[in-house]
């Protein structure tokens, strides 16, 4: 089973700023990597695939980037909608399709 | 626009069962594989069962194989999940979710919540 890791579980951003997210497979996902935003009491919508491409409607804020074992979403000046959980998952070796632990977004 | 809702959640006591159902519209059913995928009261995200679009291909994630069985009815548009023998760390929302291409999750439904206590 493929673990992946996020980093931080916690990041404290005021509005306007850039936020980084990370995540480490324990082993090569190769670019089979996806990431989600979750809002609380709402389900994942899906913002990133393929490591890099946005999803439909997602805004060119977010980014992805990264391949093999190392990924990154970047947003680059948060919204007060961005405040969320954002998750990684790699769809490269399955099953079991595993996700990250998840990183929380909070205002500061 | 892709639309899946899930029913069927509540509460039930160790060791009982439950039938979610997942009725799918917006996006032709029969040609797309489907998953179960849950979450315990703030908690992250644990995929449990994946079938193929003919049902041919299953799969189940350990902590629910054997008590767990996934189905679906393309002629209803509708996905199921049979769980029995249910225990308190079953408690969670549980979301369908369409697969797409390379098998990766794109939608989502809302989720319905079971809770197994007594």
């Known amino acids: 089973e493929i673990v992946m890791t996020q980093s931080p579980a916690t990041l404290s951003v005021s509005p306007g700023e850039r936020a980084t997210l990370s995540c480490t497979a324990s082993?090569?996902?190769?670019?089979?990597l996806a990431w989600f935003q979750q809002k609380p009491g709402q389900a994942p919508r899906l913002l990133i695939y393929?490591?890099?491409t946005r999803a439909t409607d997602i805004p060119a804020r977010f980014s992805g980037s990264g391949s093999g074992t190392e990924f990154t979403l970047t947003i680059s000046s948060l919204q007060p909608e961005d405040f969320a959980v954002y998750y990684c998952?790699?769809?490269?070796?399955?099953?079991?399709?595993?996700f990250g632990q998840g990183t929380k977004v909070e205002i500061k | 626009e892709v639309q899946l809702v899930e029913s069927g959640g509540g509460l039930v006591q160790p060791g009982g069962s439950l039938r979610l159902s997942c009725a799918a519209s917006?996006?032709?059913?029969?040609?797309?594989?489907m998953n179960w995928v849950r979450q315990a009261p703030g908690k992250g995200l644990e995929w449990v069962s994946y079938?193929?679009?003919?049902?041919?291909?299953?799969y189940y994630a350990d902590s629910v194989k054997g008590r767990f069985t996934i189905s679906r009815d393309n002629a209803k548009n509708s996905l199921y999940l049979q769980m029995n023998s249910l225990r308190a760390e079953d408690t969670a929302v549980y979301y369908c979710?369409?697969?797409?291409?390379?098998?990766?999750?794109?939608?989502w439904g809302q989720g319905t919540l079971v809770t197994v206590s007594s």
């Open positions: 079938i193929s679009s003919s049902s041919y291909t299953i």
């Open positions: 998952q790699q769809y490269n070796k399955w099953p079991p399709w595993t």
């Open positions: 082993q090569s996902v190769n670019s089979n």
């Open positions: 393929g490591a890099s």
């Open positions: 979710a369409r697969a797409s291409e390379l098998e990766r999750q794109d939608y």
């Open positions: 917006g996006f032709t059913f029969n040609h797309y594989s």
